[in-house]
């Protein structure tokens, strides 16, 4: 034990004999005080006496001790006496501190003196809301949790206010958000028809749910996790080191959807991509996709030469081409169908097979192509966009929530259902989502957390499972696990552990076929310049993962 350790123990050991013998000593501490306070008292009293009258104070002193000697019990019941009263002097008379101020009642009294300046008006003979008033005239009920933070407020606001004015409800909003504290999510409920607010602290999601296959039924897609109060479903989840039920985000694809195409939007690192890579993965087992990432970063790089992968494009010409043969065969698909319609019978396979268009920041590609003169990638979304839902085709567009104004109208008018990820400003939430948010986001915002709307029903909090690039080096090992057992096959090379069934078949050393069409309307690249960003992915996986 070091020298340091020694003096510690005694330290410790000292305050503990310390506290002990004020236990047990107290009595007679507190009685050597009293008598303290008598000597004083006495010795005080002895030099304000003037000197004539000393000599009979002293001569009346020793009568009365020769008179208690001299009765039974005198000295002992004298005894006593002293000690009761020099434990009553020696008592600790100093003043108890005061109670601490509740904090709830503190809270509630600044979020009410927060508001009156925005919900009182000069001109009201009886305001419910005055400088110095009490809040328990305007607040109903409160209620704050363990830690001491508000939990829920109903509070009431004259009929005046403004509450169908969407900018005087955020400002309402912001205060209570702000006094009631920003770490956490409020949700505000309004009730114009009885001018009452409620407030409602919303837990934190679950961050710790990795891509998994899911319970869902056929073109049921997971989106993510939300509240229990903003869907009656549950589905059977690993989450952690075990499993629970948590509430998906269902999107539901194919023909009969009411909202066949997707919009994510996201501030950077909040998982957009990782959104992809998650649809992707579900999609797979049931049908085709095709990837074009414009941001040329390689994030998708894991799904090249998987099968049912058509094609993963990061150049401008690539993705062009792979858009021509997306609308070359969305028009084949409808006139398939139309054809099996008129004959009565059923209509191809491969037509009814579901083809995933997964856009990753194309407002890049538009840019680039602007500047080199080309078409642009997004006016060849439109048709497969329109005819979509015909033709079992699903397009799904990813980009910086920054770049929504370099979104084409068409893409953004065909595109209702919307997932925003990251750290939503309130005035973009009408146009990213459509309508007003009715929460307000933490300071403190996770990857992959956000908010949805699918078609007309109100937003709802969303956390996206963590599907992560496989092939990146800080990949955590278990969420790189994940990934790779749900990709269609594996390599025994560097996938060993996530999938021990396929270990045993290698990849194939050639790219997977590209369709004659998508081959035939690729046009030949033209001599690129120094600056130009190419990239286009057609080989299988050459960077090894390591071994896990």
Request: charged share 20%.
């Amino acid at each position: 034990m070091t020298l340091n350790d020694h003096l510690t123990r005694g330290r410790e050991f000292a305050r503990t004999a310390g506290d002990h013998a004020a236990d047990m000593f107290g009595p007679l501490i507190t009685i050597g005080r009293g008598l303290r306070a008598h000597g004083r008292w006495t010795k005080n009293w002895w030099g304000n006496l003037p000197k004539d009258r000393r000599g009979p104070a002293v001569l009346l002193a020793i009568a009365v001790l020769a008179a208690v000697a001299l009765l039974p019990y005198g000295p002992l019941l004298a005894l006593l006496t002293l000690m009761g009263s020099a434990a009553w002097a020696g008592r600790d008379r100093s003043p108890a501190p005061e109670p601490a101020p509740d904090t709830s009642q503190l809270k509630l009294g600044a979020i009410y003196t927060a508001l009156t300046p925005y919900l009182v008006h000069e001109s009201d003979p009886s305001p419910m809301y005055s400088h110095g008033g009490d809040f328990k005239a305007a607040f109903n009920s409160w209620e704050f949790d363990g830690e001491g933070r508000l939990a829920a407020l109903d509070l009431r606001y004259p009929a005046y206010f403004t509450d169908t004015e969407p900018h005087a409800r955020a400002r309402i909003e912001h205060v209570v958000h702000s006094k009631a504290g920003r770490s956490r999510e409020y949700r505000f409920t309004w009730d114009e028809e009885t001018n009452h607010l409620q407030v409602a602290a919303l837990a934190p999601l679950p961050t710790d749910i990795t891509a998994q296959p899911y319970v869902t039924a056929n073109g049921e897609i997971v989106l993510g996790f939300t509240d229990t109060t903003s869907t009656n479903r549950m589905i059977p989840v690993r989450q952690g080191s075990g499993t629970a039920h948590q509430p998906p985000v269902l999107w539901r694809t194919g023909p009969r959807s009411s909202e066949p195409h997707l919009l994510a939007l996201g501030t950077h690192g909040h998982g957009t991509s990782t959104l992809l890579r998650s649809l992707a993965l579900q999609a797979l087992p049931h049908g085709d996709i095709v990837v074009i990432d414009g941001a040329g970063t390689g994030e998708h790089a894991c799904l090249v030469g998987r099968p049912g992968v058509h094609t993963v494009e990061t150049s401008l010409h690539g993705a062009l081409a792979a858009l021509e043969w997306a609308v070359h065969e969305t028009q084949r698909r409808l006139d398939a169908h139309n054809l099996a319609k008129r004959t009565g019978e059923a209509p191809p396979a491969d037509t009814v097979r579901p083809l995933w268009l997964l856009l990753d920041h194309p407002a890049e590609l538009s840019e680039l192509a602007q500047a080199e003169n080309r078409p642009d990638p997004q006016d060849l979304l439109e048709f497969p966009l329109r005819h979509g839902r015909t033709a079992h085709v699903t397009v799904v567009v990813a980009d910086r929530l920054e770049a929504l104004d370099r979104i084409k109208p068409t893409v953004r008018s065909a595109t209702r259902a919307r997932v925003v990820l990251g750290a939503l400003d309130p005035d973009l939430a009408p146009e990213a989502l459509g309508v007003p948010l009715d929460i307000t986001p933490s300071s403190h915002t996770p990857a992959g957390r956000g908010y949805a709307r699918l078609g007309t029903n109100p937003p709802v909090r969303i956390q996206v499972p963590a599907a992560p690039d496989p092939l990146d080096e800080e990949t955590p090992a278990d969420q790189r696990d994940a990934v790779i057992a749900l990709l269609p096959h594996a390599d025994s090379r560097t996938e060993a552990a996530a999938a021990p069934v396929l270990a045993k078949t290698p990849l194939d050393s050639t790219p997977p076929p590209i369709p004659a069409s998508l081959d035939q309307d690729r046009p030949a690249p033209a001599a690129e310049s120094p600056e130009e960003r190419t990239g286009e992915i057609t080989q299988p996986i050459t960077t090894a993962l390591p071994l896990l």
